[in-house]
Nanobody, 129 residues
C-alpha cells in the first residue's frame, strides 16, 4: 500500500521556522520525484517545492521552488529513510496553509499537481503575525 505521511506542522510566529517531513512507503522511493504543495483556506492548491530523482542516492536531484518561498524554504531528500524534508525559515502569515507531499514519476520534477500520482493527507502550518 502506497503511503505518504506528513509531519512537522504546527503554530509558529512570523519569522520562525518549521521542518516538515514526508515519510514514503509502498513504492520505489528512488524512482519518484517528490513535491510539496499547500492549500490555504478559500484558495486553490499550489506547488511550493519539488525535488527530482538523482543518478545516485548520495546526491539530491534538481530542486524547484515557487517564487515567494525562494531563499526561505529548502527541500531535501533522505534515501536511507525514504523521506523528504521541507525546511521553512522566516515564515510569514501568508505561508499559513495545509501542506501536502506528493510523489510522481516525473523526470526533472514539477510544481504542477496534475503530474503527481500519490498524495499524503496533509499537515497544518499556521503562522501568526
Amino acid at each position: 500500500e502506497v503511503q505518504l505521511v506528513e509531519s512537522g506542522g504546527g503554530l509558529v510566529q512570523a519569522g520562525g521556522s518549521l521542518r516538515l517531513s514526508c515519510a514514503a512507503s509502498g513504492f520505489t522511493f528512488a524512482d519518484y520525484a517528490i513535491g510539496w504543495f499547500r492549500q490555504a483556506p478559500g484558495k486553490e492548491r499550489e506547488g511550493v517545492s519539488c525535488i527530482s530523482i538523482s543518478d545516485d542516492t548520495y546526491t539530491d536531484g534538481d530542486t524547484h521552488y515557487m517564487g515567494s518561498v525562494k531563499g526561505r524554504f529548502t527541500i531535501s531528500r533522505d534515501y536511507a529513510k525514504n523521506a523528504v524534508h521541507l525546511q521553512m525559515n522566516n515564515l510569514k502569515p501568508e505561508d499559513t496553509a495545509v501542506y501536502y507531499c506528493a510523489a510522481g514519476l516525473i523526470y526533472g520534477g514539477s510544481l504542477s499537481e496534475d503530474e503527481y500520482d500519490y498524495w499524503g493527507q496533509g499537515t497544518q502550518v499556521t503562522v501568526s503575525s
